[in-house]
């Protein structure tokens, strides 16, 4: 018996062994492929830092097909950083043809350890914007060590950003900026050594695509200021309702989106120091001080989002939406301390002026239906049941009413 038993085991110990140098040969002869079509933000940074991960847990070479205006400094800066950690290959190919990889493109072109250019394409124009000369002097040192330490020329590299620099395929290769032009696939496994090898293209997920999504500066400053107006609606009106719900719920998303921009903290706080003041201004009496104080820390606040520096993030946009937030909270204020200021009608006083119909005849007293109860009424004239009668008064526990005439337009 445990001859038995050891015969099996030394069986499972060579099975396996082989079973593990068959995997390791299929997993030599795959190459992982994804594609970055659009702005880069971060649904994209965490698409490709995904699928670095996944690259090398199955350690096989990663190709990034790429197609870029540019995009957010905060999410180029997140996937730079993961490509000079990677412990696999990394391809970045800029296709197809007439494809660009401007700005944030060029960073992680300069981060891969093959870069590739279809034919067609250009890349470079990585000068921030609005032009800063310390941002462009650290961008442009920042750029130039990516590119040194992947054994790419420093001084070339630094053009893209302090001159604007713009490259094609051949232009990069002979500056050795790109270590080949290729027009297809096998090429560039050709170039990398893995001829015949399988290609098979990683997805993007519903998170990545939301995130992206979310990520978006104007869809941040949108989700901001609904947020605050639900809260505010909620604030205007008893209990916990939708507009309430729907406020905290476009604040956590907009929070979450602004985190990705890295907004400036003292922006933060001087947001939510004019939410206090104009909550504060709608029930506390006074000449609108709070009010205006908390419009401009509003204005100021959303002003002072970071801008990117190849993107000016939501400018125009962001002012906008304040100037409409502003006037929008204006109006609620007049409104609230209109309501406040209105007397309260209640009991009997609120009848004054409303429309019952005579449940009897009266004569000179009998008796009106309104609001769906039965009054005791008097009237000067005589009023036959069924008609409409205006209550005019009030005394004791009787209405003073008068018959209820139309006013025909001629």
């Known amino acids: 018996m445990n001859k038995r038993i050891l015969v099996l085991a030394i069986f499972l110990i060579i099975f396996g062994c ?3 140098a068959h995997l390791g040969k299929a997993q030599q002869g795959v190459v992982y492929v994804i594609e970055v079509d659009g702005t880069i933000d971060a649904g994209i940074s965490n698409f490709i830092r995904k ?7 199955d350690n096989v070479a990663l190709i990034i097909k790429m197609n870029t205006p540019g995009g957010l400094l905060s999410a180029t800066k997140e996937i730079v950083d993961r490509m000079l ?28 350890n093959t870069a590739a250019m279809d034919n067609g394409t250009t890349i470079g124009a990585a000068q921030p914007r609005p032009e800063d000369p310390k941002i462009t002097a650290a961008m442009a040192e920042w750029i130039g060590e990516v590119a040194d330490q992947r054994g790419r020329p420093k001084n070339v590299a630094e053009l893209f950003v302090a001159q604007n620099l713009t490259m094609g395929p051949q232009e990069a290769l002979d500056n050795g ?4 032009r290729a027009s297809s696939v096998d090429e560039i496994l050709d170039n990398i050594g893995l001829s015949g090898a399988r ?4 997805e993007m997920g519903i998170f990545e695509k939301v995130l ?6 104007n869809i941040v400053s949108i989700l901001f200021i609904a947020g605050l107006l639900g809260i505010l609606a909620e604030i205007t009106t008893p209990g916990i309702g939708v507009p309430g719900i729907a406020g905290v719920i476009c604040l956590l998303l907009a929070f979450w989106g602004l985190g990705v921009l890295e907004i400036n903290y003292v922006g933060v706080a001087l947001i939510l120091l004019g939410v206090v003041l104009i909550a504060a201004e709608l029930f506390t ?3 609108g001080v709070f009010g205006i104080g908390g419009g401009v820390a509003l204005f100021l606040g959303l002003l002072m989002i970071d801008k990117e520096p190849w993107i000016e993030v939501a400018g125009n946009v ?10 929008v909270f204006a109006i609620f204020i007049v409104l609230a301390r209109r309501a406040m200021k209105k007397p309260v009608a209640v009991g009997k006083e609120e009848l004054i002026g409303k429309i019952g119909v005579a449940a009897t005849n009266i004569a000179p007293e009998g008796l009106v239906r309104l609001k769906g109860e039965l009054w005791t009424a008097v009237s000067k004239v005589s009023i036959k049941t069924g008609e409409k009668v205006v209550v005019k008064d009030i005394r004791g526990i009787k209405l003073i009413v008068v018959k209820h005439r139309k006013r025909w337009k001629t």
């Open 212 to 217: 992206r999504v979310l990520s978006d500066p």
């Open 18 to 20: 082989i079973a593990t």
């Open 285 to 287: 009496p006074g000449f």
């Open 51 to 57: 699928s670095i991960d996944r690259a090398e847990r």
């Open 199 to 202: 290609v098979e293209t990683l």
């Open 177 to 180: 900026i790109i270590e080949l």
């Open 85 to 112: 950690n990677a412990k696999v290959k990394l391809v970045v190919w800029v296709t197809p043809r007439g494809a660009w990889a401007y700005s944030a493109g060029t960073f992680i072109l300069l981060a891969s």
């Open 318 to 327: 962001a002012k906008g939406m304040a100037i409409v937030l502003l006037a």
